[in-house]
């Protein structure tokens, strides 16, 4: 079954949902999202008997978890989800996993009276439920705190403008000491028995050490080649301590210099956000919802073969905090467009709800990477038309 709702679902998956028979929850989102494509939409008295007997679910965005958790129907489906969605939960549910991590909630209206955490500088703080990089802050200093204090006081009040208490909220913290390392964004299911498998291993690339952002990824056969066992091993072991199994998720890592992989956060019911899971057929030529739906397995060995040497990225046109987005008139598509040699497709979004204006998926060779970073690293805004 699929769940579909805001902010964004695209062509490929209504056309994967109607090659894939699935049945769609009827919501008023669903339908104004799918347009006119024939789904076959069921009532909340059908979802809930099928999820009540097991039936798999996938929902494209986290706005839609709260018609899973509304029926209450499969208690350890909800169990599940709750663990990736509260972030500290996840900390404590793999805390096992890596004794020597330092965590700890804190809820917002104790921020203001809060010294200096004692945590290792530099740090992170963001909400335990969070999306998309949404009131996340890094804090170097004890001298930093108080500014960091006064942002998320000054951010929490449009924490839920653009999504659901449920996806995110400003309602608690949790303070967690930052990572040095390279992250990873793994699109995986896991079986009946928690076996996990990969459809996708993404490699998030920041802008400098400060940069929270979302606005590049790409994967590789590198990638792939170098991370595929590594990352399934230690993903065995996740599933073990947290009990995941008949599961598709979203989970974010980071890899330290000696070679540790600590976790960032796991998303739940959906792999990667905005329909942005679309880039594995891009890349690697299959379908990711046909895997966790039919629990197929990629031939990774043939799939790689066929594809070295190449990269797929994707970018996202965001647009900075500080701009008022009632004020922009227009973007200029051709020219963010005119950044890509070799552009898959070009997204474009509703930038007055969504801070945000396009997403590109970009065809390159992997030689070419430090040439894209250097790309994106530029102002966007020179795109943005305001009054």
Known sequence: MIVLDYPYVSRFLTDSVLELGQAVLDTPQARR??????LHYIDEIEFS?????????YTNSENGLGHVLRCRCNEDLARQIDICKDKALFRESVAALHPDYR????????????????VDYPFIIKPTRGFFSLGVHVVNTPADWPAAVRAIEAERAALNAEYPEAVVSGGEFIIEQSIDGEEYAIDV????????VITNILHHTFLSADDVSDRLYYTSARIIETWLLPFTDYLRDVARECGFRDFVSHIEVRVTETGDIIPIEANPLRLAGWCVADITAL??????????????RPDWDAILTENQ???TAMVIGDLPSSLDRTRIRDVDYEGFQSLFANILELRKIDYHQYPVFAFAFVSLPETELPALKQTVSQDFTRFVVTE
């Open 33 to 38: 999202l799918a347009g006119d494509a024939p």
């Open 49 to 57: 008997a099928r999820l009540a007997l097991g039936g798999k679910v």
């Open 103 to 118: 965590f700890r909630r804190v809820p917002f209206e104790d921020l203001a009276g809060l010294d200096a955490p004692d």
């Open 189 to 196: 299911y896991f079986d009946a028995e928690g076996n996990p």
């Open 283 to 296: 890349a690697w030529g299959f379908n990711p919802y046909e895997c966790y739906f039919k629990e197929l």
């Open 309 to 311: 040497g190449m990269a």
